[in-house]
């Protein structure tokens, strides 16, 4: 089995204010080409489940691959809404992706009824298991530069 490394890893912070920070809330990315893994850690709730997801929707690269480690311990229902709607942004941008699920969220996907549509897992190892062996829906045939989308 090949080692997995992580070239670069950014850690923000999801504090809407100073006295949010004891919750702990952040989004940690990790490049393991074509990979990008985005952890998140705290609670998706109301007050924060739109930086989660603008975040993730800028970090996604055309005909990659995203894994959404969602190991946390609370998921509300835009929340849950939001991943949802990511994994819409994943299928127009041609990528492949899996949900890291923690109980709490596979409760709440149950429970929205989101489960079903949703490429969830029980581990990060699983995920990048799973996307390594998982086909290819779009690939180039070459390499797509600016060139190329200018010409007449």
């Given at each position: ?89 994943c ?46 829906r779009?690939r ?13």
């Open positions: 089995m090949p080692k997995t490394v992580f070239v670069q890893a950014n850690t923000i912070s999801m504090h809407a204010s100073r006295r949010d920070r004891r919750g702990g809330k952040q989004l940690r990315v990790r490049d393991n080409p074509p990979t990008r893994i985005v952890t998140v850690t705290g609670d998706i709730d109301a007050s924060n489940v739109g930086r989660v997801s603008d975040y993730v929707g800028r970090l996604m690269t055309p005909g990659g691959a995203l894994v959404l480690d969602l190991s946390i311990d609370v998921l509300s229902v835009a929340g849950s809404r939001e991943i949802t709607e990511i994994g819409e942004q299928a127009e941008n041609r990528m492949e992706w899996a949900l890291v699920s923690s109980n709490a969220v596979q409760l709440m996907l149950r429970l929205t009824d989101a489960n079903r549509s949703l490429p969830a897992v029980g581990s990060l190892a699983e995920a990048l298991q799973r996307l390594r062996h998982s086909p290819r779009w180039p045939s070459r390499p797509v530069t600016a060139a190329h989308l200018t010409r007449c």
